[in-house]
T-cell receptor, first 112, second 115 residues
């Protein structure tokens, strides 16, 4: 039972354009969402998070949008840069416990 | 060290042998997590600790897997009688939050290959 779904295994975007990574969840108890970035042979690193009391959180080139009614969130990167090429994981947790569930990831390729 | 440290970084073992993977979290971090990433797959939750106790062990794949944490610090993940499907990168992460876990700080992982 996959509670956090990233349906696009990969995405290619031209440098300078906007990258949009999508994530869907099924557990209505989730109230805190995070995005992580992972380079090969390294552990994931935290990128940005959002609480369910908000619908948008912005940090520099990164913005996360949350649509609670649709159980959907997205990460926007603008403008996309070559160093953004990595695997992006969506993750979620609920206030019932501290278990953090990850999606399968989306590999982002930034094209020159 | 400043970050989460995992050892060994690489382990090749024969089917049926036991392996032990170690995680040194960031000093003072109360929460510690173990995840597994098989080739081409996402991060699979295994277990987490708050202090020395593990409130949720539901992610452990079988009774061949066990984990412990002592002194609120170092954790070991033990896999007994390894099988080829245990081959994966085992990632450890820690978090400073006591009441509500936020950002996780990951180690570089231990790559396990079972022949």
């Amino acid at each position: 039972d996959q509670q956090v779904k990233q349906n696009s295994p990969s995405l290619s975007v031209q440098e300078g354009r906007i990258s949009i990574l999508n994530c869907d969840y099924t557990n209505s108890m989730f109230d805190y969402f995070l995005w992580y970035k992972k380079y090969p042979a390294e552990g994931p690193t935290f990128l940005i998070s959002i609480s369910s009391i908000k619908d948008k959180n912005e940090d520099g080139r990164f913005t996360v949008f949350l649509n609670k009614s649709a159980k959907h969130l997205s990460l926007h990167i603008v403008p996309s840069q070559p160093g953004d090429s990595a695997v992006y994981f969506c993750a979620a947790s609920s206030n019932r416990d501290d278990k953090i569930i990850f999606g399968k990831g989306t590999r982002l390729h930034i094209l020159p | 060290g400043a970050g989460v440290s995992q050892s060994p970084s690489n382990k090749v073992t024969e089917k049926g042998k036991d392996v032990e993977l170690r995680c040194d979290p960031i000093s003072g971090h109360t929460a510690l997590y173990w995840y597994r990433q098989r080739l081409g797959q996402g991060l699979e939750f295994l277990i987490y600790f708050q202090g020395n106790s593990a409130p949720d062990k539901s992610g452990l794949p079988s009774d061949r897997f066990s984990a412990e944490r002592t002194g609120g610090s170092v954790s070991t993940l033990t896999i007994q009688r390894t099988q080829q499907e245990d081959s994966a990168v085992y990632l450890c992460a820690s978090s400073p939050s006591v009441t509500r876990v936020g950002e996780l700080f990951f180690g570089e992982g231990s790559r396990l290959t079972v022949l």
